[in-house]
């Protein structure tokens, strides 16, 4: 054979290769195309091979998905400095943590275990759950006082601090959480009942003696709490005493015990204290006329009192009340009266209706009933909720005996008083120091 023949034999080769490719390919789109039609209507067109002109398949690029984008990581709540942060967004189970839990001893001991007392313990876990949401915010707020407080700050700008905070933290409308009291904030022979009024520009100095004493509640259970803050430490002894025979009235305090029993402890340990200032000592002395006790639902002050002397005193404590065991301590008299401008106002509890004759006192006891109910209030919170030239007004429904008045309580002038106070429960089965912090 010919080079030509072989050329012209193996031209005709390569056509009839190509050829059948050609063939074997639309075979293979053929195929396909059978596969589509017996698929579901909705089958996606890109299981179609595409040609590129020459009948080979090419594949088609898939269509990336759109990112998620990731969710941030959101870590436990932290609370705000200055504090904003309401209390429950810590605790969205709605429980809130118990207080310092001390069993009872002697006779009560078995209530601990019984089965009936704890049966009444859970009954009202509701009102202690409120006692304890007050605590935690009471705890929080005077945290933030301590670490703020200094001299050279106005009475005001400490009170606005402290109540702004716990409306923030209690999350209330004030009737049905918010401020249990006016913030007390006596200095000196003050011992208690003083907040500052509109225009006070009274400035806390360095060798003053602050008793911060306020009040928060839940749906009327009210914490009565107080302590005492001094910049210059010739005052340690003054605050040991009365930290010390308030621990004690604590100690003492129990169900079926005597408020007789209790004051005489108090007193024995305040006494026991001495304290040194300006070169001379001062036995400190527990103020005879100032007392703790008890707590009613909206009602600061119930009916018993709890001495912090000895004295005849033979009322006893009983199962399912709440008290506030404070103390006093002086380098005075050891007595207080009532004296200069008042701040402290509440409606009384037990108030008949009195037809009154002026329509400001009206209006006045309206704006009472409406924000405060029996809750403590000062004139400070009547200026908040717009109201003008009402003293009048007040010193009227004060005269009716619609409104009770406390005014300023003060030992002699030159003398120092500190203060301590906690609020205890006296459950069914154990006592409960709702209001303890690591602070005091």
Known sequence: MSSEDIDIVAGVAKVGLEEKVVEEANAVNGDADAVNDNSDESGDEA??????????????????????????????IAQTYPPTVGISKFYPDN??????IIEYKDNNRYRTTDEEKRYLDRMNYDAYNDFRRAAEVHRQVRQYAQKEIKPGMTMIEIAEKIENTVRNLAEGDGLNAGMGFPTGLSLNHCAAHYTPNAGDKTVL??????????????????????FTMTFDSKYDKLLEAVRDAT??????????????DIGAAIQEVM???????????????AIR?????????????????VPIVKGGDQTKMEEGETFAIETFG?????????????????????????PLRLNKSKSLLHTIDTHFGTLPFCR????????????????????????????????????????FEHTILLRPTVKEIVSRGDDY
């Open 47 to 76: 299981l179609k091979p595409e040609t590129n002109g020459t009948g080979d398949a090419t594949k088609k690029k898939k269509k990336k998905k759109p990112k998620k984008k990731k969710s941030a990581k959101t870590g436990p």
């Open 95 to 100: 429980k809130y943590a118990e207080g310092e």
């Open 330 to 354: 002086s380098t005075g008299r050891g007595f207080v009266h009532g004296d200069g401008e008042c701040s402290h106002y509440a409606k009384r509890v037990d108030a008949d209706h009195v």
């Open 271 to 285: 006494e026991s204290y001495e304290v040194e200032l300006n070169g001379k000592t001062h036995q400190i002395k």
């Open 205 to 226: 100095q360095y060798e003053d003696v602050m008793k911060v004493d306020f009040g928060v509640h839940v749906n009327g259970r009210i914490i009565d709490s107080a």
């Open 247 to 260: 621990n004690t009235g604590i100690r003492e305090a129990g169900i079926d015990v005597r408020m007789s």
């Open 289 to 305: 006329n100032l007392s703790g006790h008890d707590i009613k639902q909206y009602q600061i002050h119930g009916t018993k009192s």
């Open 380 to 419: 400070r919170y009547l200026d908040h909720f717009g109201e003008e030239k009402y003293l009048l007004a007040l010193n009227n429904l004060v005269k009716n005996g619609i409104v009770e008045e406390y005014p300023p309580l003060l030992d002699v002038k030159g003398s120092q008083t500190a203060q």
